[in-house]
């Protein structure tokens, strides 16, 4: 059993995954409304509080008129003017409200002099108990929140006045357990609106950016296709954005495929180009006799090893480059195992095989025909009555690639450790009885190698060599 155990894939970078273009639309759009949407509804809370307030103090400033208008006591004298004359102040009876009459009702008004604290007048809600209103200066309206005789809060409006020559202020206040119940309902009903138009936006959003993204998952699914090898380009009817994006891909498949076929060219060319001048040569020397002859002959076996190998890595580079090209896994093994099993009927070998479902091979099926068929050839060629085949989806070198591994193992005799590190040089054999030239498990590697993939010898729980092939997959999507 031969083998070259080729170099293994490179260092990968890792990639790490990126959010999708949809989610980061709807995302930013999704944030900026909700943003948008506070600050709109803090605005209107606040504006319904200011009117709010505005309109309570309205409603205060009209008791303490009402007030001033029962306190007036005017004569009969007219003054210079032919106005009526102020002559007392009476206590005001003021019934413009029914709440001023119950008893701590949350609406109170109260009346004294400007230069006393001593309540004059009060309204019956109150009930004997004081409303602690703050100094005003002279001449001045003062509205602020004060505790009330029950300790809720009051907001209460204070007016100061004149009447003949003694100075009074009139106080009128009222609980705010109401006006704070109505902002809190305005300010619910608000949240619940602009939740419902920002859900609405985020929705309409979504929409928009599905319907708007809907080229990009055209342009997707036939790079799939392409990368598939159900279609040979791309389709190019897509919006004027996107349209040359299309156009240059396809410009990059044509001019890769050209590229590829150029190579095979040469590489055929060249392998023509060698092999007659080479074949002269051998027959050449084979004719002849005498140490030189032989010289000759045993150099020429070994360009032509060495011409062949080197030709074929050149054609299975080339090969691994065409863009688009994958094959299924079980049918390329399938139909090697058939040939095997009539190969080597008279050995009386049975070839087990699992198969992987609907694993892809992500290059041409003749690479996976040549490796696959390399590896089961020299496991019946070694196996003394089984070999198993089987195809299970393995982790690759970083978390973004997908991988497979073609694993086939015989029960033959198998090699010690310091066999398989033997095995593994290009054109070695470890037993010259076995046909071969010794580059079957070398081109095995190097394919693998040149896929990112590799070849790994061990031991088989079936006593013989277990030869696991690992190469990059393609799961349909």
Known sequence: MTTDKGAGPGPQATVKPQRSLATRLVFVAALWSAITLALAGIFLVGL??????RAFDAQLEIHIKALIAEMLDTGQDNGADGQPQVQTVREPVYRGDPRFSLPLSGWYWTVRRADSPSILYASE??????????????????VGFIAGPTGDEVRVLQQRISIGDTPYVIAVGAATAGFWADVAEFSRMVTITLC?????????????????LK?????????SAVRLGEADRIDEALPTEIAPLAVELNALIVSNKEIVERARTHVGNLAHGLKTPLSVISNEARASEGALADKVAEQSAIMSTQIQHHLERARMAAQRRVIGVSCETEPVLARLIRAMGKIY???????????????RFRGESQDLEEMSGNLIDNACKWAAARVNVKIEAVSGPDSNREMFALIVEDDGPGLSPEQRAE??????RLDETVPGTG????????????YGGELKLAGSHLGGLKASLILPALSPD
Not at 127 to 141: E, F, H, K, R, S
Not at 200 to 206: C, N, T
Not at 345 to 359: C, E, M, R, S, W
């Open 439 to 450: 580059l079957g498990l070398s081109i095995v590697a190097d394919l693998a190698a040149l």
């Open 196 to 212: 419902i138009v920002g859900l609405g936006l985020i929705l309409a959003i979504f929409l928009q950016v599905r319907f708007g």
């Open 345 to 359: 009927q008279d050995k009386g070998i049975t070839v087990a095989f699992q198969p992987g479902g609907d694993l």
């Open 215 to 223: 080229p990009l998952t055209r342009l997707r699914a036939s790079l």
């Open 48 to 53: 319904y509080r200011n009117a709010s307030e």
């Open 125 to 142: 809600s109150l009930v004997g108990d004081p409303l602690n209103t703050p100094p005003i200066a002279d001449m001045d309206d003062s």
């Open 423 to 428: 095995a593994v040089k290009r054109g070695r």
